[in-house]
């Protein structure tokens, strides 16, 4: 799987809309771009996926650059629980398995 | 619709002995792999059971075995447990096709 860097922190303010940027400039044509976010000492929870185009669910935006090598997760409107660790992931379509950096700690404040 | 589910929560081993962490999958899920967490790291990718057979496995040593039934539930198997051992274990199911992976809680297991 290709590797990805992401900021090792960021804040937010509540109500904000948290960006969270992603590199992963090695990526192949059929890798999918991958978000989990993790709350303290509980099991990664499912964001958000993607291939090349856009994508938009309950949780969060996904906007892939046109090149691929980068990408955003948004977060409309930031609350406190948004707090966490969130991981971005490059995916072989060959595999289920997901290789996980150190995410980025997302710290949400009133 | 329930989810995955693991157990115990939480257990505590001395070093030398030998543990069995337990996973169901969520309804309709077919595939399960298992991840270690180290304190302050990302999980790590131990193996991953298809139709009862280890289908693929990372970076671990024999001492981490694993066992998937026909129900598709799983069993996580350590031997001859070591301090490093200590970590949140994660289980993860993904209906075969689909290939979106969904967590369980974890299993922290401390080591002494």
């Known amino acids: 799987d290709a590797k990805t860097t992401q900021p090792t922190s960021m804040d937010c303010a509540e109500g904000r809309a948290a960006n969270l940027p992603c590199n992963h400039s090695?990526?192949?044509?059929?890798?999918?771009v991958y978000w989990y976010r993790q709350i303290h000492s509980q099991g990664p929870q499912y964001i958000i996926h993607?291939?090349?185009n856009n994508e938009t669910n309950e949780m969060a935006s996904l906007i892939i650059t046109e090149d691929r090598k980068s990408s955003t997760l948004i977060l409309p409107h930031a609350t406190l629980r948004d707090t966490a660790v969130y991981y971005c992931i490059v995916r072989s379509p060959r595999y289920s398995t997901l290789t996980f950096g150190k995410g980025t700690m997302l710290l949400v404040s009133p | 619709d329930a989810g995955v589910t693991q157990s115990p929560t939480h257990l505590i081993k001395t070093r030398g002995q030998q543990v069995t962490l337990r996973c169901s999958p969520k309804s309709g899920h077919d595939t399960v792999s298992w991840y270690q967490q180290a304190l302050g790291q990302g999980p790590q990718f131990i193996f991953q059971?298809?139709?009862?057979?280890?289908?693929q496995r990372g970076n671990f040593p024999d001492r981490f075995s694993g066992h998937q039934f026909p129900n598709y539930s799983s069993e996580l198997n350590v031997n001859a447990l070591l301090l490093g051992d200590s970590a949140l274990y994660l289980c993860?199911?993904?209906?075969?096709?689909?290939?979106?992976?969904?967590f369980g809680p974890g299993t922290r297991l401390l080591v002494l």
């Open positions: 059971y298809y139709e009862e057979e280890e289908r």
């Open positions: 993607g291939l090349k």
């Open positions: 993860a199911s993904t209906e075969a096709l689909q290939e979106t992976q969904y």
């Open positions: 090695t990526i192949s044509g059929n890798e999918y």
